[in-house]
């Protein structure tokens, strides 16, 4: 998980963002998928997503202050799956899809013994493109999938406390990025 941001290059106060390194999630959920032809499938996969995410703010081009911003998403996808011929016991296969996610994590107050500086938005819309390849077995099928989650919305609650102003006004936009790697067991 990740974020992608604009800077503000007008602030007054020498406080510039930084996104941290990409953090690790884990995701657990289930599939509904229906076939619309021998190619097509329509799936819709809710999950429940864990994460976190990290800012870095350098105030006055020398400190930094690192800020982790936990994530525990509900997560509604809606795909299309094309499907290649199957070859022996594989077959891979491409999806492109829109999910809504809803971040139940996200607060409406800043925390600031817990290093709070900014408040996100719970609700996110993503844009989804991947690619797996399908393995069928004596009892079930197991799936290996690579996806990328685009977010649209920009995630910035712009509730402002005096204090943390200069980190909320550092930012002019702030979008989720999630790359999966998902195991399906059908």
Do not use: W
């Not at 007054?12 to 959920?29: I, R, Y």
């Not at 594989?90 to 408040?119: H, Q, T, W």
């Not at 685009?150 to 204090?163: A, K, S, T």
């Amino acid at each position: 998980m990740d974020f992608t941001f604009g800077r503000n290059y007008k602030t007054v106060n020498d406080t510039f963002a930084d996104v941290g390194t990409p953090m690790l999630g884990f995701q657990v959920g289930m599939i509904c998928d229906f076939r619309l032809g021998e190619y097509f499938n329509f799936r819709i996969l809710p999950s429940f997503n864990f994460g976190q995410r990290n800012l870095s703010y350098y105030v006055n081009k020398k400190t930094i202050i690192d800020m982790k911003i936990e994530s525990s998403m509900l997560d509604f996808p809606v795909q299309i799956k094309y499907k290649a011929k199957r070859i022996n016991n594989y077959r891979p296969y491409f999806i492109v899809g829109m999910s809504a996610r809803y971040d139940l994590a996200s607060k409406n107050k800043i925390d600031p013994e817990k290093s709070d500086y900014i408040l996100l938005k719970p609700f996110d819309f993503y844009y989804e493109f991947g690619f797996g390849i399908d393995y069928y077995l004596q009892y079930f099928k197991f799936s290996t999938e690579l996806k990328l989650c685009l977010g649209n919305v920009n995630v910035i609650n712009r509730i402002i406390d005096i204090d943390n102003a200069k980190y909320v006004n550092a930012l002019t936009k702030l979008t989720s990025n999630i790359f999966m790697l998902s195991f399906h067991f059908e």
